[in-house]
């Protein structure tokens, strides 16, 4: 009788010592909180409009400058866009909240043909565009299912710009700065280890616009740029114990 007690004692205690270290090995749910570094690449493209804004200096040429299409022309640009990002997240039940930064290279151009007249057959010129860096400064916020995150994101853009008008036979103006905006998106990522997180992102930036003087080109007055794309990215990070 003794013999069957501690037996059947001996066993309960292994069942609720097999339990207990079950609960203990059991995965957790995945932690978002701390701080991640990046890469980043993706495709990005605009329409973009471009707005001759020409003086009157005399009858004859008097808002007779005029893009492709007639009167405001648009530029569509696209090309590629990659760099790193740098980020902290910070995780409350199942909310995640960040700040992130990243800088890219950007190959962003495209150019629109500019006539005297909107019945002209033959252009005089161009008017030209490019995008060639990236930044930006953002919160995220977003919804985390265990490994995944569903996430928005906005913040403060910047962008390197260089913009040109070009008229044949008398030369061309160009313009070139560092322009600030903002921008605007969302994505998704997930953990596929405790170190390692794939991402695929879209946002919408506006750069502002650029204006061009074009007093040297025969004609007084200016040209308006808009910078504005969408861009869809593809990204990796690698992320590090919570400071």
Do not use: C
């Not at 700065?177 to 992102?201: H, K, N, P």
């Not at 616009?209 to 080109?217: C, P, Q």
Request: hydrophobic fraction near 40%.
């Amino acid at each position: 009788m003794l013999k069957n007690l501690l037996f059947a004692g001996t066993a309960s205690v292994l069942m609720i010592g097999t339990a207990q270290a079950a609960d203990i090995i059991e995965p957790t749910a995945y932690d978002w909180t701390g701080a991640y570094i990046g890469l980043q690449a993706g495709y990005a493209w605009g329409n973009n409009d471009v707005s001759p804004d020409v003086e009157e200096i005399s009858p004859a040429i008097a808002d007779a400058i005029v893009l492709s299409p007639p009167e405001d022309g648009d530029i569509d640009i696209d090309g590629f866009v990659g760099g790193a990002h740098l980020g902290y997240n910070f995780q409350a039940d199942s909310l995640v909240f960040g700040l992130e930064g990243d800088i890219e290279y950007a190959d962003l151009s495209g150019d629109t043909d500019v006539f005297f007249f909107s019945d002209d057959d033959e252009p005089i010129g161009k008017a030209e565009q490019n995008i060639d860096w990236l930044g930006s400064l953002r919160l995220r916020l977003g919804y985390a299912m265990d490994r995944a995150l569903i996430y928005a994101t906005g913040g403060l853009a910047v962008g390197g710009v260089d913009v040109k008008v070009s008229i044949d036979e008398t030369g061309h103006e160009s313009e070139s700065e560092t322009a600030w905006g903002w921008t605007v998106g969302g994505g998704l990522e997930y953990a596929f280890t405790d170190d390692l997180s794939a991402r695929i992102e879209y946002r919408y930036t506006d750069l502002g616009n650029t204006d061009v003087a074009i007093d040297n080109l025969g004609f007084a007055g200016d040209v308006e740029f808009e910078h504005t794309f969408h861009a869809v990215r593809a990204g990796l990070s690698w992320h590090f114990d919570s400071l």
